[in-house]
T-cell receptor
């Protein structure tokens, strides 16, 4: 079993749609959680950290459930520019701060 | 701030050649890592470092060496290039942090696209 697993893609949605990505992690010692965005042939870029209390950044909302080892990302009012691959990432401080990436979920927002 | 700088951006090697991929960061980050990304495989950790003089192996370390003599630099050496090492390589760095996640995400370089023929 992969340490971080994400919904398989691709997700094809119309502009304005709400889309949700899910992610589970297997290592209960994982301590920090992030969503990254990666555009085609570019480097991953940090979208947002994920906190236990949940957090929001504009149209993006992230949730963390440590008991279920589950992370989610909700994108409201999708824009064409949201088309990218979204990566669920965990950081283990007791393993030298290693980042473990999910496989990524591809999102395509259509006009 | 330049952030994380990787050189070269593109490289073609012949099988058996060696080379060093350079990575430098100017953010005084303690943690640095090297990843490779292949189609359908996601990002896989090659080697990582928690500070100058300290390195450790990641998920796919075979065929690669690293050293961390300074906080700023973390070069990745390919000892004898093989076609299986054709990939996109990313270097990344972050603060060690306290585990809250705040301000502790990694910053990535723009990548090195390596082809081994």
């Amino acid at each position: 079993r992969k340490e971080v697993e994400q919904d398989p893609g691709p997700f094809n949605v119309p502009e304005g749609a709400t889309v949700a990505f899910n992610c589970t992690y297997s290592n209960s010692a994982s301590q920090s959680f992030f969503w990254y965005r990666q555009d085609c042939r570019k480097e991953p870029k940090l979208l947002m950290s994920v906190y236990s209390s949940g957090n929001e950044d504009g149209r993006f909302t992230a949730q963390l459930n440590r008991a279920s080892q589950y992370i989610s990302l909700l994108i409201r009012d999708s824009k064409l520019s949201d088309s990218a691959t979204y990566l669920c990432v965990v950081k283990n401080y007791n393993q030298g701060g290693k980042l473990i990436f999910g496989q990524g979920t591809e999102l395509s927002v259509k006009p | 701030n330049a952030g994380v700088t990787q050189t070269p951006k593109f490289q073609v090697l012949k099988t058996g050649q060696s080379m060093t991929l350079q990575c430098a960061q100017d953010m005084n980050h303690e943690y640095m890592s090297w990843y490779r990304q292949d189609p359908g495989m996601g990002l896989r950790l090659i080697h990582y470092s928690v500070g100058a003089g300290i390195t450790d192996q990641g998920e796919v370390p075979n065929g690669y060496n690293v050293s961390r003599s300074t906080t700023e630099d973390f070069p990745l050496r390919l000892l004898s290039a093989a076609p299986s090492q054709t990939s996109v390589y990313f270097c990344a760095s972050s603060y060690s942090g306290t585990g809250t996640g705040r301000g502790e995400g990694y910053t990535f370089g723009s990548g090195t696209r390596l082809t081994v023929v």
